[in-house]
């Protein structure tokens, strides 16, 4: 049996398509069940609940693990240089080329986070076989972020697999979530920045993402990030 598929932005409400099963996300967030769910083409899955806050002055990091700032961190990257990202991870590490030239205050905001280890120890709380594996939540359910927002910088890189995106409430909403896609997700251009690309260890990526596990069952086995390691 086939069931509308809705999404409930704000106050409106979008008919997206049908899918077996009911679907509601409310604020962007998908509030269901990604057990056994093997159904690609899901833009919503990568949507998540972010603060608002939209504030620019310079973040700053005090000893050890920060997870919450007042405001996004100040541009201190290079656009022009060539910058990888090493995650290591319960199952292994895998490689990010990350787009700093066509991306820049995404990959600046993500390399800010990694060095100031806000990345260690969290999980990729939603995995959906198939389509992708997301991570970089505070909070593990979906629902977190770093206490600030950073605008969208959609840019010609496509969701292909092994594509890096940032995960969203919305548009400008872009926080510290981010997601890999298992496989090839046209359906998501256009509306996520794509500020990378793994280059090796897509096989670590593709073993986290063979478990679905819904956010919302915060008592879930969990693959955690150990570290992410900024190059050069």
Same mark, same amino acid.
């Given at each position: 049996?086939?069931?509308?598929?809705?999404?409930?932005?704000?106050? *409106?409400?979008?008919?997206? *398509?049908?899918?077996?099963?009911?679907?509601?996300?409310?604020?962007?967030?998908?509030?269901?069940?990604?057990?056994?769910?093997?159904?690609?083409?899901?833009?919503?899955?990568?949507?998540?609940?972010?603060?608002?806050?939209?504030?620019?002055?310079?973040?700053?990091?005090?000893?050890?693990?920060?997870?919450?700032?007042?405001?996004?961190?100040?541009?201190?990257?290079?656009?022009?240089?060539?910058?990888?990202?090493?995650?290591?991870?319960?199952?292994?590490?895998?490689?990010?080329?990350? !787009?700093?030239?066509?991306?820049?205050?995404?990959?600046?905001?993500?390399?800010?986070?990694?060095?100031?280890?806000?990345?260690?120890?969290?999980?990729?709380?939603?995995?959906?076989?198939?389509?992708? +594996?997301?991570?970089?939540?505070?909070?593990?359910?979906?629902?977190? *972020?770093? *206490?600030?927002?950073?605008?969208?910088?959609?840019?010609?890189?496509?969701?292909?697999?092994?594509?890096?995106?940032?995960?969203?409430?919305?548009?400008?909403?872009?926080?510290?979530?981010? !997601?890999?896609?298992?496989?090839?997700?046209?359906?998501?251009?256009?509306? !996520?920045?794509?500020?990378?690309? +793994?280059?090796?260890?897509?096989?670590?990526?593709?073993?986290?993402?063979?478990?679905?596990?819904?956010?919302?069952?915060?008592?879930?086995? +969990?693959?955690?990030?150990?570290?992410?390691?900024?190059?050069?």
């Amino acid at each position: 049996m086939h069931n509308p598929w809705m999404l409930t932005a704000g106050m *409106g409400v979008i008919a997206i *398509g049908t899918i077996a099963g009911t679907f509601l996300a409310t604020a962007g967030f998908a509030n269901r069940s990604t057990a056994g769910d093997t159904t690609a083409n899901r833009s919503d899955v990568v949507d998540q609940t972010q603060p608002t806050s939209t504030a620019t002055a310079t973040a700053t990091a005090t000893a050890g693990p920060q997870r919450v700032y007042t405001a996004a961190p100040a541009m201190s990257i290079d656009p022009n240089q060539q910058y990888t990202a090493t995650v290591k991870t319960d199952k292994g590490d895998f490689t990010i080329q990350l !787009y700093g030239k066509d991306a820049p205050q995404t990959v600046n905001n993500f390399i800010f986070l990694a060095q100031h280890h806000f990345y260690d120890g969290l999980s990729f709380d939603r995995v959906v076989p198939g389509f992708v +594996v997301q991570g970089g939540d505070p909070n593990g359910d979906a629902t977190g *972020g770093p *206490g600030y927002t950073i605008p969208d910088e959609l840019n010609s890189h496509t969701n292909d697999a092994g594509a890096v995106a940032m995960a969203n409430a919305g548009p400008g909403t872009d926080g510290s979530t981010f !997601y890999i896609d298992l496989a090839s997700q046209p359906n998501l251009n256009g509306h !996520y920045t794509v500020f990378g690309k +793994v280059t090796s260890g897509m096989d670590v990526v593709d073993a986290i993402g063979k478990t679905a596990r819904d956010p919302a069952n915060t008592s879930a086995p +969990v693959v955690k990030i150990q570290s992410i390691t900024i190059s050069p």
